[in-house]
């Protein structure tokens, strides 16, 4: 048995785990376009900010690779599957067999297309190189440009601000963080950025990155300047699904995968932000591009490559973000589009405190709390076992709320609970 892992970051690292608490001597071979793999995406702003050093970014020893027996083809690009041979083809043209194939091969930034984006001085922030290429230049930025209000944009600026740099972002949309939270939510959340010297232009958008060899202006709306020696590109990410497409395997926006995160073709798995699966509160196909559900779908996908049995059970939509001080968590559907969905809001401006559920048939299927986020566990429980709540929905948001609520619900729920603390619950009620 060869198994073949396309991808070491999350999802490949916890596949190769996975493969080794069940088959300790069958080959195991990483392929990955980064040099340096091991890092968390995760920490990366963190990195850049300054707040840890390079050695808190690897989530792994330097020695994991030869201490779980796996061959690796580092900085080289996987080009081609052949699904008949069972056989991957690299950018240096050396061909790779395969029994099982793991594609992990996750997501790209997507760039800005405005005139001028191949300058000097203009990063996406996705990998650890982009991170090192921008400190080396931060002693000679006084201004930067982040373009795009989401999860990445507003973790670049506020690293950036917190290099003593002065940071505007631009954002298209009219709220910024759109893809993840609620108007009312994000507008609590900008005031709170800007009070902290970061300046947000919402509606706003750049057309042309100006500077004869290296950034020096930012045209926006094609009738302002900005100064600036440095723009980020936070415009979010795109799965990596071209060698998947290519070969014939069945794509969406990303890699379909069954409850066993298998793919159309049977020796083919599919596992992190390139995969397209179950997702609990939408109940269909998403992709959920998130930390912990790469670990996961690269555990179970990598269990499942050996010839257990494991189902997934899916992923939510999960957010956790801090910006000076000031917590939101969001999780599964925060901005319904269809009537079918119940929204409950509860607002304090001066507490800076925002709590929202959205409720389908009386189960809730998306929460965001800023501010205000220890029942977010709770929440998030009562998403997964799809509880029907309308008796305690009322109360769900206030101050009070706590577990003692949802005990008589966690008794009388028909599908049960799982997790163990819950089992117990119900045992001594």
């Not at 963080?177 to 706003?204: C, N, R």
């Not at 901005?335 to 809730?364: A, F, H, S, T």
């Amino acid at each position: 048995m060869q198994y073949v892992i396309i991808g070491s970051s999350a999802a490949g690292i916890n596949a190769i785990e996975a493969i080794r608490s069940k088959d300790k001597k069958s080959k195991i071979v990483v392929l990955s376009d980064e040099k340096t793999p091991l890092y968390s995406r995760c920490l990366i702003s963190y990195f850049l900010a300054g707040t840890i050093d390079e050695k808190k970014i690897w989530y792994r020893s330097e020695n994991f690779f030869k201490e779980n027996k796996v061959d690796t083809v580092l900085g080289v690009r996987a080009e081609k599957i052949d699904t008949d041979k069972k056989e991957i083809t690299l950018a240096n043209k050396e061909k790779i067999k395969f029994d099982k194939l793991l594609i992990a091969t996750g997501a790209s930034a997507k760039m800005e297309s405005v005139k001028g984006v191949d300058k000097k001085g203009v990063f996406p922030l996705r990998t650890i190189e982009h991170a090192l290429e921008m400190q080396s230049m931060l002693g000679r930025v006084k201004q930067v440009a982040v373009l795009g209000g989401g999860l990445v944009g507003l973790r670049a600026a506020y690293a950036l601000k917190n290099r003593g740099k002065e940071v505007t972002v631009f954002v298209r949309s009219p709220q910024i963080l759109s893809q993840i939270i609620d108007k009312g939510s994000a507008d609590i959340m900008q005031a709170h950025i800007e009070e902290k010297g970061i300046k947000i232009k919402t509606g706003s958008a750049a057309t042309e990155i100006k500077g004869s060899d290296s950034v020096k202006n930012l045209i926006i709306d094609n009738r302002s300047e900005y100064p600036c020696e440095l723009v980020i590109i936070g415009k979010g990410v795109s799965p990596n699904i071209a060698i998947a497409k290519d070969a014939g395997i069945k794509t969406n926006w990303g890699i379909l995968a069954d409850g066993f995160l298998k793919t159309d073709n049977k020796d083919i798995f599919a596992a992190g932000d390139v995969a397209e699966a179950h997702d609990i509160a939408l109940e269909e196909n998403s992709i959920n591009a998130i930390w912990p559900a790469a670990c996961e779908q690269g555990r179970i996908a990598g269990l499942n490559m050996t010839g257990e049995k494991e189902s997934y059970e899916g992923s939510l939509a999960m957010n956790s973000l801090e910006f000076f001080g000031l917590p939101v968590i969001s999780i599964g559907i925060t901005k319904p589009k269809k009537d079918i969905y119940e929204e409950l809001i509860k607002k304090d401006e001066n507490r800076k405190i925002y709590k929202k559920i959205v409720l389908r048939n009386g189960i809730i299927v998306g929460a965001i709390t800023l501010n205000a986020v220890e029942t977010i566990g709770i929440l998030g429980t009562l998403i997964k076992n799809k509880v029907d709540v309308s008796a305690i929905k009322d109360t769900i948001l206030e101050d009070h709320f706590n577990y003692g609520k949802i005990v008589n619900i966690v008794k009388n729920s028909k599908q049960g609970f799982k997790q163990k603390e819950f089992k117990e619950t119900t045992m001594t009620l």
